[in-house]
């Protein structure tokens, strides 16, 4: 598989599989052994999708050896701050049955909506992963859901800059403010929810774009956020959708068609605002 190359010199596969709503138990340990048979090399999660022990089991039983993955978890928001970032990290190590991690993300910003000491937060809880950093415990650190006035406060602080941001990022809503600012320090784009809501397979100009190039429309997509730079991070259970995510690496989309997309208006996404929720 084809791979970026974080600011750190990591390398990290281009397509990673997501593992967000893959319940504990047999669905995402099945859901991750599919994958890693099928190709994929990046495999994300997060202890808020508390499926981290069973794709550990995963993992564990591909007989894929652990230097030819790529593992990224994520630090749950209760768990916030130095100390308690550090015991959320050794816990997560645990439950993935692993030595180290790939990437450890923050998974959402502290924000003013709920905290008035909102830049200490997410300044200690940074500090955490640099410090996990330097131990050698994880090859890159990042962030998740961060607008740019998040990440120009955590640079305030921060002595290592996040090598990954990963934000909601499909057709439709492509975040071009924070997109821009990643992409000008070298902080890679992670792309959740690629695919979008329903909508988007339903829409008729992506549609028709697909059947030109002969593949589906979330191979269209998948395809179009590769070739905008960005990494995908598509999320199936069911096998036939985890063997087309990955079946795209020979499609070309022209920059005319490029365009298209990225011209097209809202149509569906999680709705979910970082400043605004209350998780």
Not at 32 to 60: M, P, Q, W
Not at 168 to 195: D, N
Not at 242 to 250: A, F, L
Request: aromatic share 10%.
């Amino acid at each position: 598989m084809n791979t970026y190359i974080l600011s750190n010199g990591v390398k990290i596969p281009q397509l990673g599989f997501g593992t967000w709503k893959a319940a504990e138990g047999e669905q995402a340990e099945n859901a991750v052994l599919c994958a890693i048979s099928e190709g994929y090399r990046h495999i994300d999660t997060a202890s808020f999708y508390k499926n981290e022990v069973s794709i550990g089991r995963a993992i564990a039983k591909s007989g894929v050896p652990r230097e030819e993955l790529f593992i990224t978890t994520k630090l749950w928001n209760a768990d916030r701050g130095y100390e308690q970032t550090l015991k959320a990290f050794d816990l997560s190590l645990a439950n993935l049955g692993v030595a180290y991690l790939d990437l450890y993300l923050i998974h959402w910003p502290a924000s003013a909506h709920q905290f008035a000491n909102w830049k200490e937060i997410n300044a200690d809880t940074w500090r955490a992963l640099e410090h996990l950093y330097k131990e050698g415990k994880v090859k890159a650190i990042g962030v998740s859901n961060f607008y740019v006035h998040h990440l120009e406060a955590l640079f305030e602080t921060a002595v290592i800059k996040p090598m990954v941001n990963q934000i909601e990022f499909h057709p439709g809503f492509m975040q071009e403010q924070v997109v821009r600012f990643c992409q000008e320090r070298s902080i890679l784009i992670e792309a959740w929810s690629p695919i979008g809501r329903g909508n988007i397979l339903d829409n008729a100009i992506l549609l028709a774009m697909a059947l030109k190039y002969g593949v589906t429309v979330p191979q269209l997509v998948l395809q179009w956020i590769i070739q905008k730079g960005h990494l995908p991070m598509p999320k199936s259970v069911t096998p036939q959708r985890i063997k087309e995510n990955i079946q795209i690496n020979k499609i070309i989309i022209s920059e005319e068609d490029v365009v298209v997309v990225d011209n097209l208006p809202y149509i569906g996404g999680s709705g979910l605002n970082p400043d605004q929720v209350d998780f």
